[in-house]
């Protein structure tokens, strides 16, 4: 699809379906979650655990905030079956679907030579057992409790309230992309507080322009040509994207008092060969040719006062 016609019909959505129904509807119908595969969204937790294991951290038997649940909790289910002890999973607004969570925990009930054959360092009878556990749960009520997984929804500042329950790891999916600068330093100060000492946050973070995805005529750095007023006309409720680029989200990160211990970023060798004839916007010219080609990051980091045990 065109990305200035998807562009059309999702500011038309947001004008006709204030809380998402629609727009949910005709994903599932026509769009993305059509036929609904928990597969990538899987790799993307096997490279946290990965990157978490490269350091000598594990989940198992830690408490765990997840910034930005969306609609099907796939990452904190894995990282359940893992072990983890509990996931208090945050969004502003409501958005989980019992469809796509109970359809979620169904396909990975069926997956445990994937898991076993990705991080078999993690893998043992009872991550077994609780794999073949989630088949018997039938609604997402009885399917949160046997995960341990917690939605916590409203205000950032309510992440605050749970500084009597203190995080080992705070993190995110592909979400940081979708939230405006401030809102983002605001959430790495709530993370300061509410990590346990060496505590870490993880993020994985689509760089992208998300547009590219359905639309095969633009390049993942077709936004970077727009300036900041032009391309806020194409920022709609359901597709807000900050166009940040790798080196920023670096300066965020420490700016807040953050270390970073790993940083995996994916340059997109394509946009690289573009780039020379590509129309950048200005404010983009005097980045690093990686920074503005990365197309997503894993970033690992804990606290400057804290040192790993």
Known sequence: MDWKLKFFVQKTLTRL???????????????????????????????????????????????????????????????????????????????????LCLQAAKQLSKLEALIKARIPWAFNTEVSSRQRGLIEQDTMTTLLDFLNVFPLVGEPNLIDDQQNHKFDLVFSNETLEHIQTQDIIALLQISR????????ITHFIDCSDHYSFSDVNISRINFLQFSSSDWQQYNTK???????????????????????????ATVNHDCLNQLVSFPLDKQFVGYDPIDICTSSILVIARLKEFSLE
């Open 193 to 200: 507080d509410v990590l346990k000492p060496n505590g870490v």
């Open 17 to 99: 379906s204030a809380n998402g129904k629609l727009y949910y509807f005709l994903q599932r119908r026509f769009g993305g979650y059509r036929n609904f595969n928990i597969n990538s969204k899987l790799e993307q937790g096997f490279l946290i655990l990965e990157s978490l294991n490269d350091l000598g951290i594990s989940i198992v038997g830690k408490d765990l905030l997840e910034i930005g649940t969306g609609w099907v909790t796939i990452i904190p289910m894995l990282f359940s079956i893992i072990g983890h002890h509990s996931c208090v999973t945050y969004d502003i607004e409501n958005l989980l679907k019992a469809e």
């Open 238 to 264: 359901f597709l807000y994207q900050n166009r940040l680029r790798a080196c920023d989200y670096r300066k965020l990160f420490e700016s807040q008092g953050f270390e970073i211990l790993t940083w995996k």
